[in-house]
């Protein structure tokens, strides 16, 4: 298993820019590839980007392309979340996720951190 903490989270106006950070613990870090989540109240937990481990082949969803950077440090074993021209509908609690090998999908979470765009 590894161990997730997600920071970087607060109130921001529209149009401003957050970075969120997620670091991992425990020796040999080493996943199949790393990922934000969000969720707003009320609506499905849906991804945001995701960053291979190795190679660093990544993935944005529609909504943040252009807006949002994905990025690692692998010496770190940490991976980071830009974002810039925040919007009200980026509100949410935003999630940090690990998908191991031999694993299908993401199943180490943290516990999250909140962004809170006013308008």
């Known amino acids: 298993q590894v161990q997730l903490v997600e920071s970087g989270g607060g109130l921001v106006q529209a149009g401003g820019s957050l970075r969120l950070s997620c670091a991992a613990s425990?020796?040999?870090?080493?996943?199949?590839?790393m990922g934000w989540f969000r969720q707003a109240p009320g609506k499905e937990r849906e991804t945001v980007a995701t960053?291979?481990?190795?190679?660093?082949?990544?993935y944005y969803a529609d909504s943040v392309k252009g807006r949002f950077t994905i990025s690692k440090d692998n010496a770190k074993n940490t991976i980071y979340l830009q974002m810039n021209s925040l919007k009200p509908e980026d509100t949410a609690v935003y999630y940090c996720?690990?998908?191991?090998?031999?694993?299908?999908?993401?199943?180490?979470w943290g516990q999250g951190t909140q962004v809170t765009v006013s308008s």
């Open positions: 425990g020796r040999s870090f080493s996943p199949y590839a």
């Open positions: 996720a690990a998908r191991l090998w031999l694993s299908g999908t993401f199943g180490s």
């Open positions: 960053i291979r481990w190795s190679g660093g082949s990544t």
